[in-house]
């Protein structure tokens, strides 16, 4: 195993080895001086690949080409992301999909408008500090486990893998550590006992042999051993009123984030390294690739919302959280592929 990994490794540097030590900045806006209208964007982990299309669609140029701009406000966690839209100091969230279900539970009339991934893409660890040892599911009972914040999708997916092992949420101890580089201080120093968070953290202390892998959502057949199924990931999303009173701003972020995925799907690894700055590469351009390779099947292909991923999804959400007896939620309302749609005709004529 430790020979694959070198292996893997290798071929990774070898990739990158005509790459010049200095990074190429990325291409140059259209019409640069343009005043274009901007959209305040919520959103956690903002150097993660977890919003890898939302990087790359602002580096290249794609959302100043549509006609937007962002203004970055990155938060710890996604439920502090949507606390700021529902606090008005947002517009649009960029999170996980589920939120969604927890807004309409609340009457809140908010709608995902792009897809960026198929799965949720994180995953869980367990510390190796020590000699800890895990063997089964059984051995999490009583530790502490970091997630970015409860109501996150860290938090879920941790949820959802301790009762696929029979557990409840009552068996662990919830440790609220964020999402940025400084969650790996806290496994090291004791402070947490395993970790739910996106890459490249997680792969990067799982290639250092500091966590044991114990759950995956990041890949489409991990995604689906461990939710039964297929179910949307991240996306971004904004109160029904937002997209009625900005169309143009909604669909010039739909188009960005559409050409971004598009882009992924010839991307080489210089291509990667060449637009994504060095501060997101945790100071490993080898892990930071090798973490990219292992999600690069989990961006979404079109930004369309899928209706059958939405209902597994709630099905998921509603046992691990008993929201079945709640007020029904109606699912066609979470989300509208009105936006994506325009996108393609227009690329189509």
């Not at 070898?14 to 900045?25: D, H, K, M, N, Y």
């Not at 009552?170 to 120093?189: K, N, W």
């Not at 999804?313 to 109606?330: D, E, I, T, Y």
Request: proline fraction near 3%; glycine fraction near 10%; charged fraction near 20%.
């Amino acid at each position: 195993m430790h020979s694959a990994h070198a292996s893997r490794r290798s071929l990774l540097l070898a990739a990158v080895g005509s790459l010049a030590a200095t990074q190429t900045r990325a291409a140059p806006s259209l019409d640069a001086g343009r005043n274009l209208p901007r959209v305040r964007l919520a959103l956690a982990a903002s150097q993660s690949l977890y919003h890898l299309p939302l990087n790359l669609a602002d580096r290249l140029g794609f959302f100043r080409q549509a006609g937007v701009q962002l203004e970055w406000l990155p938060q710890e966690s996604g439920a502090k992301a949507v606390s700021l839209a529902l606090s008005g100091q947002a517009d649009v969230v960029a999170g996980a999909y589920e939120h969604l279900f927890g807004l309409h539970l609340k009457g809140l009339n908010y709608q995902s408008f792009v897809q960026m991934s198929r799965t949720p893409q994180v995953s869980l660890g367990g510390s190796t500090r020590g000699g800890m040892v895990w063997r089964t599911g059984a051995d999490m009972r009583g530790m502490r486990l970091g997630i970015s914040a409860l109501d996150s999708s860290t938090h879920w997916t941790a949820c959802q893998w301790l009762m696929r092992q029979g557990l409840t949420a009552d068996d662990v101890v919830f440790v609220p550590v964020g999402s940025s580089q400084g969650v790996m201080e806290a496994l090291r120093s004791g402070s947490i006992d395993a970790l739910c968070n996106p890459d490249p953290v997680m792969h990067g202390l799982e290639q250092k042999n500091e966590i044991r892998l114990l759950g995956d959502a990041r890949t489409l057949h991990g995604t689906r051993q461990l939710m039964g199924g297929s179910v949307p990931g991240s996306s971004l999303f904004a109160h029904a009123d937002f997209l009625q009173q900005h169309p143009d701003r909604v669909k010039a972020l739909s188009d960005g984030v559409v050409h971004a995925l598009k882009w992924l799907q010839t991307a080489g690894l210089t291509d990667i390294l060449r637009t994504v700055p060095a501060s997101h590469w945790m100071g490993d351009r080898a892990i930071y690739l090798g973490a990219f390779e292992k999600l690069r099947e989990s961006y979404a292909v079109d930004g369309l919302v899928r209706s059958e991923d939405v209902s597994h999804a709630w099905r998921v959400h509603a046992k691990l959280f008993g929201a079945n007896g709640s007020k029904p939620v109606v699912l066609e309302r979470t989300f509208t592929n009105a936006f994506v749609q325009r996108a393609a005709q227009r690329r189509l004529s």
